[in-house]
C-alpha cells in the first residue's frame, strides 16, 4: 500500500507553488492547519466516511465552514480532495507543507532530548552549534528524556544525531566486534 506522505507530497508541493506565486504562505499554513482539525473532528469524520453521503454534501459542509478562507482556491482545493477521496491526506499535506515553508525560509526544526533540563546558557550553546552545523535557522523543541542515561539525542526529520551515552557505547560495541 502506499504511504500517505507519499500520496500528500503532490498536493503538498502543489499548494506551495500556488503560495510561492501569491506569497500566501501564512494564510495557505492557517487554512491547513484549521481544515485539518475539522477534518479530525469525530464528528466530520464520520460524515466523510459514511459511503451514503454524496461528494456534493461533503464539499457544501466543508465550505459553510471555510467562510473565514473566501479564496476561490481553498474551494477548489477541498472540492478536488472531496472527489479524490483524499480528506484524509490533510495532516500529511498540512505537514508536508509546513516543511517546504521552512526549508524555502531557509529554518529547519530541530527536537532535543536531554535527560535533564538544560539551562538557559546551555540552549543557546546547543542552537548556535545546531545552526552552524546545519547552515539554517533552528527553532528547538527541548524535551527531557528520563531514559537517556548521559548526553543528548537529536532529531531532524529522518536523521538522529545520538550523543548519548548509549549511542556511544553501542559504536563502540560495534568497532570492537568488527
Excluded at 485539518?36 to 464539499?59: A, F, G, R, W
Excluded at 482545493?77 to 526549508?103: D, G, P, S, W
Excluded at 530541530?110 to 535527560?115: Q, T, Y
Excluded at 538557559?120 to 528547538?140: H, P
Aim: proline content about 3%; glycine content about 4%.
Amino acid at each position: 500500500m502506499i504511504e500517505k506522505r507519499t500520496l500528500a507530497r503532490p498536493y503538498a508541493k502543489a499548494l506551495f507553488s500556488l503560495a510561492s506565486e501569491t506569497k500566501s504562505f501564512d494564510e495557505w499554513s492557517h487554512f491547513l492547519a484549521w481544515l485539518s482539525l475539522v477534518v479530525n473532528d469525530e464528528n466530520t469524520k464520520n460524515l466523510i466516511e459514511d459511503s451514503t453521503q454524496p461528494p456534493e454534501e461533503i464539499k457544501r459542509f466543508l465550505f459553510q465552514l471555510c467562510l473565514d478562507f473566501p479564496n476561490e482556491m481553498v474551494k477548489n482545493f477541498i472540492q478536488l480532495l472531496v472527489v479524490k477521496k483524499r480528506l484524509y491526506l490533510l495532516e500529511e499535506i498540512a505537514e508536508l507543507f509546513e516543511a517546504m515553508c521552512r526549508e524555502f525560509e531557509g529554518k529547519i526544526e530541530v527536537s532535543f532530548f536531554s535527560p535533564i533540563a538544560l539551562t538557559v546558557s546551555q540552549k543557546d550553546r546547543f542552537s548556535d552549534l545546531l545552526a552552524t552545523y546545519f547552515k539554517r535557522m533552528v527553532k528547538v523543541e527541548w524535551t527531557i528524556d528520563e531514559h537517556l542515561f548521559g548526553g543528548f539525542l537529536i532529531k531532524v526529520g529522518n536523521e538522529t544525531i545520538d550523543g548519548s551515552l548509549r549511542g556511544q557505547l553501542t559504536a563502540l560495541k560495534a568497532l570492537v566486534s568488527d
